[in-house]
T-cell receptor, first 114, second 110 residues
């Protein structure tokens, strides 16, 4: 069964600290993996996309890693800011035939405190 | 570009009432999707469309209907609302890769 699991469910950190969010997936055939940021009351917005051959992708203070062998991804946030408070969703795409199919994780809710 | 817009933003329905949620995109995307998001669960696909005039069932289609009469619009209908349909509904569009999401519609069924 195609599945995406994220940990931790929630996380509280102090402003300026770093944190790492985890995503494990059992999805086949793998096409790509995206991390989305979802602010409260808003729709998800894409942060990074990684294909099978990519190990690391950065977007400002956000760095995503992908280990296709262990089927794990992480999102590292450096020097956190209050505006980083949001839910972070890992989404894995599959494309067995024709249309893409998206498998969503349940998200990690991050709270950054001043 | 407005991207993906959704109407309305909030709605309260009584059990048994009907309503239509409207999604519009101005990116000329072929694919459009309707999801629901419930606490503690990932986004779940209700219905999707791969082009104007086409629709297909997703993971949780029961109790919902959709139509894609124009490429830029994707309508989600609830014929007889039930409390189990209380949720936040998101529309998304894509050209086959990245999905772009709307701001969501918060629906409460009492």
């Amino acid at each position: 069964k195609n599945q995406v699991e994220q940990s931790p469910q929630s996380l509280i950190i102090l402003e300026g600290k770093n944190c790492t969010l985890q995503c494990n997936y059992t999805v086949s055939p793998f096409s790509n993996l995206r991390w989305y940021k979802q602010d409260t009351g808003r729709g998800p917005v894409s942060l990074t996309i990684m294909t099978f051959s990519e190990n690391t992708k950065s977007n400002g203070r956000y760095t995503a890693t992908l280990d296709a062998d262990t089927k794990q991804s992480s999102l590292h946030i450096t020097a956190s800011q209050l505006s980083d408070s949001a839910s972070y969703i890992c989404v894995v795409s599959v494309k067995p035939t024709g249309t893409y199919k998206y498998i969503f994780g349940t998200g990690t809710r991050l709270k950054v405190l001043a | 570009n407005a991207g993906v817009t959704q109407t309305p933003k909030f709605r309260v329905l009584k059990t048994g009432q009907s309503m239509t949620l409207l999604c519009a995109q101005d990116m000329n995307h072929e694919y459009m999707y309707w999801y629901r998001q419930d606490p503690g669960m990932g986004l779940r696909l209700i219905h999707y469309s791969v082009g104007e005039g086409t629709t297909a069932k997703g993971e949780v289609p029961d109790g919902y209907n959709v139509s894609r009469l124009k490429k830029q619009n994707f309508l989600l209908g609830l014929e007889s609302a039930a409390p189990s349909q209380t949720s936040v509904y998101f529309c998304a569009s894509s050209s086959g890769g990245e999905q772009y999401f709307g701001p969501g519609t918060r629906l409460t069924v009492t």
